[in-house]
């Protein structure tokens, strides 16, 4: 078998097992094998540029292009659906839908997804484009990103599919992704989602598709448009559709009574608790096309169809008081404390009032009957208060003026909606947020601690920060409460087995606002040494990729606190990482330093993330868009052509992959 033969086979190949797996649920291969399968056509397609398809199951993996999106129009309108909340408009819709039609007629009963709407065109049985809502008449083409989604198919099994057609349906994000994403974003302190719906569509709008790849999307499809569809129902459409590989949700019902209705939305009004997606309500349409035509389509939505949308579930009690939380970055939260009330089957305490705006706007007292709802969020809120059943002379909640925990008075930044608690030396909570922040798994991975031994140490005044932790003696732990000799050398080897973590973990690991994981790693490149960092200006450190000015100004913040400064001091004497390691400073040079570059089209020696990293190591600027700064484009084969008339255009010069690791003293690695 030829090379070309076999990117064929394996193109083929991995389109099935992408839909046995994420449209089926019943794969046949192994994880690993899939992985396998995917790298030997990655590599293949990396060597046979000539050979690309922009639909490849190869694409799902993402690129890290920058694009703004291109607005396109739809060929249908993308319309929304009438609204209903009760039993009673429902009947009002099917009483009103029998006398337009005067014949028989199916309803076809179906969930309501709460995610964020796509309309995907096929061609010859192959996906061509993908665009959101927008305004309905037009939407964003976010083909790219769509086609990382493994459930949407770019290539449509079987035959019988229309030459041309379009499938519209939901994008969501399954609520176990959601909680894992939050979880992540809280831990780099990125501002949280607030339902998979906003997660969804806020991934969908990423200007990164790799972004978007990594963040598991799934898609529902439920309406199709065409000339030549297989049938005059929309039921059997949608099963036929399922057949060319689209998911399909399994929860459609096609009824005939108003009854029947009733008892698909009561029984899935509770069931919907257990699915894996957010819904938030049934739809009901008339499932014959022909009799759809026959109704028609109001100025904003179609005749023929109705959302019931399930009541979010609300409660009202009593509001007992305000307490304040106070977070490892001082950021002050109120907590409505409330009278237990029973919602969507857990006993609910506390409310999260979010911030001093909040309470204002609606104007809440001590003693307020306050509703509080559980939609798609997981912390409940509190929607609004009953102002008739005030308690008189019932105290204004005023927001509080200094730390709960330290009493230091409180701040509130420019452009933020938080109060925060500057004491972040002496603060309690602040303080063990941060030492647990530092032993935590991703930054210095100490084993044997956690935050209850955290809180024991700094009660007993062992510790009162990070740097403490290198002066702990196997007496001082072995003394206290609950503490055996085992516990402590543990505890011991954990910190010592620390002193090897890279300086990158480390400095993540200080908690430097904003600074998470990945933008770690960026300023330990470019300032390989702690004392470096200390020294850079507001403009070496926005020249940094993907660092801005609020992470700059917090660095320069931090470093400028004497007592932080301190606080390094006391790391570098317990022997802790505070430079690159010998081994990557060593291929570290400055040869393409104030350089900034483009990268674009296929290669054939790195993948696109090593150049990335190359790049970097080598002191350049990646960047995503071409401009008159832009030092040149490193370029492989099949760069986009209006890239190319771009940069022809500004003239800027056009580096050959071998030339660049030519440039960068890299050898080429033989052709195997
Ligand atoms: S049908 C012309 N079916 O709800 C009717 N929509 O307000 C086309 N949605 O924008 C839509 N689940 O984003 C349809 N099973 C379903 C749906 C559904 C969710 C969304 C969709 C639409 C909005 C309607």
Redesign the pocket.
């Known amino acids: 078998m030829t090379d070309i033969e076999r990117i064929d086979q394996l193109r083929e190949e991995l389109h099935f097992h992408n839909y046995r797996y994420y449209v089926l649920n019943a794969p046949v291969i192994s994880d690993q094998e899939f992985d396998r399968l995917m790298r030997e056509l990655q590599d293949l397609e990396a060597r046979y540029p000539e050979h690309y398809d922009e639909n490849s199951p190869s694409v799902r993996v993402g690129s890290d292009l920058n694009k703004e999106f291109r607005q396109v129009e739809h060929n249908y309108p ?4 009438g ?1 209903t909340y009760s039993q009673e408009e429902v009947t009002e819709f099917y009483n009103r839908v029998s006398k337009s039609l005067g014949e028989d007629f199916e309803i076809c009963c ?5 995610g ?2 796509i309309s995907l065109t096929y061609e010859n049985g192959k996906l061509v484009r993908a665009v959101t ?1 927008g305004d309905g008449v037009r939407g964003d083409d976010v083909t790219e990103n769509v086609k990382t989604i493994r459930s949407i198919p770019l290539v449509l099994h079987g035959n019988g599919y229309p030459s041309s057609f379009e499938i ?1 349906g ?1 994008i969501l994000m399954p609520w176990t992704v959601f909680e894992e994403l939050n979880k992540e974003r809280e831990r780099k302190e990125e501002p949280l989602f607030a339902n998979p719906r906003n997660a969804a569509s806020g991934t969908l709008k990423s200007q990164n598709s790799a972004v978007v790849a990594s963040r598991k999307l799934d898609a529902y499809l ?2 199709l448009l065409g000339e030549n569809l297989p049938h005059d129902g929309h039921f059997e459409n949608l099963q036929e559709a399922s057949r060319w590989g689209f998911k399909v949700s399994d929860i459609m019902r096609k009824v005939k009574t108003l009854q029947e209705v009733f008892d698909f939305i009561n029984y899935w009004d509770k069931e919907r608790k257990n699915l894996p997606v957010a819904t938030d309500g049934i ?1 009901l ?1 008339v499932n014959s096309q022909r009799q759809q035509r026959n109704l028609g389509y109001t100025a904003k ?2 005749r023929w ?1 109705i ?1 019931y949308k399930f009541q979010a579930e609300k409660a009202l009690t009593r509001l007992l008081k305000v307490t304040y939380q106070v977070g490892r970055t001082g950021a002050i939260t109120p907590v409505a404390n409330l009278e237990p009330v029973q919602l969507s089957g857990t006993i609910v305490k506390r409310a999260s009032l979010h911030n001093a705006d909040i309470i204002a706007s609606m104007d809440l007292h001590i003693g307020d009957n306050v509703y509080v709802e559980k939609g798609g969020e997981i912390i409940p809120k509190i929607t609004g208060v009953d102002v008739a059943s005030r308690p008189t002379g019932s105290p204004r909640v005023v927001f509080i003026t200094e730390c709960p925990e330290c009493g230091s008075p409180l701040v509130r930044y420019e452009d933020e909606a938080a109060h925060y608690c500057t004491n972040d030396v002496a603060c309690p909570p602040q303080i063990k947020g941060k030492i647990e922040h530092f032993i935590s798994r991703r930054a210095m991975n100490i084993e044997g601690l956690g935050p209850e031994t955290v809180d024991l140490f700094y009660q007993d005044g062992l510790i009162h920060d990070v740097a403490d932790l290198y002066s702990l003696r196997m007496d001082d732990i072995c003394r206290l409460e609950r503490m055996g000799k085992k516990s402590a050398e543990n505890i011991l080897k954990g910190i010592e087995r620390s002193l090897s973590i890279p300086y990158e973990r480390v400095l993540f690991a200080l908690g430097i606002r904003f600074v998470g994981e990945t933008v770690a790693k960026k300023v330990a490149r470019a300032f390989p040494d702690i004392d470096k960092l200390k020294k850079a200006t507001l403009d070496e450190l926005i020249h940094v990729d993907e660092i801005g000015e609020k992470i700059a100004a917090s660095i320069l913040r931090y470093f400028a606190n004497p007592k932080n400064e301190e606080l390094v001091e006391r790391l570098r004497n317990a022997g802790v990482q505070l430079k690159l390691s010998a081994t990557s400073l060593g291929k570290q040079t400055d040869r393409l330093a104030g350089l900034s570059i483009l990268i674009s089209g296929v290669f054939a020696h790195h993948s696109r993330d090593e150049y990335k990293a190359l790049i970097e190591l080598h002191g350049g600027k990646n960047v995503g868009s071409i401009s008159k700064k832009t030092s040149f484009i490193l370029a492989g084969e099949n760069m986009g052509p209006s890239k190319l008339e771009k940069a022809t255009k500004l003239d800027i010069p056009l580096v050959n992959e071998e030339e660049f690791l030519q440039r960068i003293g890299e050898s080429i690695p033989a052709a195997d």
Do not use: C, G, I, Q
């Open positions: 993308m319309l929304s659906l609204n179906e969930m309501k997804f709460d964020t709407s809502r519209r939901e439920y309406y739809v349409k939505s179609p169809a959302a």
